[in-house]
């Protein structure tokens, strides 16, 4: 089965040479982020090195390469091509852009075109179906407040949940992203995972320490899996900080996803983007057991644990019976650097498929790439309509 670069999937994509971002370098340094809160080697790709780690009591510098490579990742954290374009001073053409976009659709080939390779790897197999929100099943706009998922997407995932099992895993918190999918026959993870709604019967949940008994929407019994718990108060003191501290600023908003806290810059005047990263990272430095991340044109703060959306992937597959994974085939659609965590666990272990929603080149872990929601739709009804299909001919019962 190819994946990517056109290889099996073991192996060749790694050996493709990554795409260098020189945009994301000028954002961070445009938000003051500082190096010493970047601790890893930005050697690798840019997104499996998208976090921040607020330094117990080193100094603050900004000098070093680690942090060009931060700064690169969040000032091309956000399409349409032509701003980016302009934004990094490159005079190209769109016939170069669609050229670049082309070349790198060669180690990222469209799920859509490869429709049919990824359904032969499915036979035999259970898919199971991860999406992320924003960016994915609606489009990025300027006010998070009105990303809604058209109609025909809702109906496009809910036909997708009749055949295999789905799941929405959003840096949201999951209330939220609920109330904008309101599909209830869904599985949801929000706060980037920390934050996962199971049946009540599902016993690897029920016996978990990091697991509560509540209703859900419709007054149903279920298992909450929250192991970052105990940040819940400390999450909500910077919330409100980051409040009060960024009201003066133009355009900033502050979100509390309940088990992590997000600060967007996307409508603030980007000569104030560097009081918007010092206003975060100096509330930061309060709190060393918080971690900042970002994803496009948000800062987001959250606990300094061992969970993200890649760890939530494997959690619900083992809690949905999955645990053997020669019978799954997992599938995550999203367009974040939250969601490599996830695209790297499915390549990693269960040889799924991490499918990246971007429409410009972009450096990842995924196997294939879709360049907008609605080819995401097209893809999900792809996938219900073959199904479907297998099931009326018989060939799959
Ligand atoms: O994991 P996700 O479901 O993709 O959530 C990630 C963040 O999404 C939202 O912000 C992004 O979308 C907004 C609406 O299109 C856009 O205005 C913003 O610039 C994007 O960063 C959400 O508001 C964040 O809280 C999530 O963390």
Redesign the pocket.
């Known amino acids: 089965m190819q994946c990517g670069s056109g290889d099996e999937i073991a192996g060749s994509p790694y050996l493709m040479e990554s795409i260098p971002s020189s945009s994301d370098k000028k954002t961070l340094k445009r938000l003051g982020i500082h190096s010493s809160l970047f601790p890893y080697s930005q050697s690798g790709p840019p997104f499996s090195t998208s976090v921040l780690s607020i330094p117990r009591k080193k100094p603050l510098k900004l000098d070093d390469g680690r942090s060009n490579s931060w700064l690169e990742a969040m000032r091309s954290s956000?399409p349409p091509r032509k701003k980016i374009l302009k934004e990094v001073n490159i005079d190209v053409s769109s016939d170069d852009a669609d050229v670049a976009y082309l070349s790198w659709m060669i180690k990222y080939p469209s799920a859509l075109n490869c429709f049919q390779q990824i359904m032969r790897q499915a036979r035999n197999k259970q898919i199971v179906i991860f999406l992320?929100?924003?960016?994915?099943l609606?489009?990025?706009?300027?006010?998070?407040d009105r990303?809604f998922m058209s109609n025909e997407m809702r109906s496009a995932v809910s036909n997708v949940a009749k055949y295999f099992p789905t799941a929405i895993i959003?840096?949201?918190s999951r209330d939220k992203?609920y109330e904008l999918v309101g599909l209830p026959e869904l599985y949801y993870a929000g706060s980037?995972g920390m934050d996962i709604m199971l049946p009540v019967e599902n016993t690897l949940a029920t016996n978990d320490a990091n697991c509560i008994k509540a209703t859900d929407q419709q007054g149903k019994e279920v298992n909450l899996f929250q192991p970052a718990r105990k940040f819940l108060s400390m999450i909500d003191e910077v919330f409100r900080t980051l409040v009060e501290k960024t009201k003066d600023i133009k355009g900033a908003k502050v979100?509390n996803?309940k088990f992590c806290t997000?600060v967007?810059y996307?409508n603030v005047d980007q000569k104030n983007w560097s009081v918007v990263g010092e206003y975060v990272v100096d509330v930061l430095k309060g709190y060393p057991r918080l971690r900042l991340t970002h994803?496009?044109?948000?800062l987001?703060v959250r606990p300094e644990i061992d969970w993200d959306k890649g760890k939530a992937v494997e959690f619900l597959l083992d809690s949905l019976g999955f645990s053997y994974h020669k019978d799954v085939l997992p599938i995550y659609i999203?367009?974040?650097r939250?969601d490599e965590d996830a695209f790297k666990v499915l390549r990693g272990k269960y040889n799924g498929y991490g499918i990246l929603v971007s429409a410009i080149p972009k450096e990842s872990k995924a196997c294939f790439s879709l360049k907008d929601t609605s080819q995401v739709k097209k893809f999900l009804e792809s996938l219900a309509k073959t199904r479907e299909v297998e099931e009326d001919t018989g060939e799959r019962s």
């Not at 609606?138 to 998070?144: A, E, K, N, Q, Y």
């Open positions: 956000s992320d929100y924003d960016g994915t609606s489009p990025i706009v300027d006010d998070p990303a959003s840096g949201r992203v980037h979100e996803h997000c967007h996307r994803g496009r044109k948000v987001e999203g367009d974040d939250t």
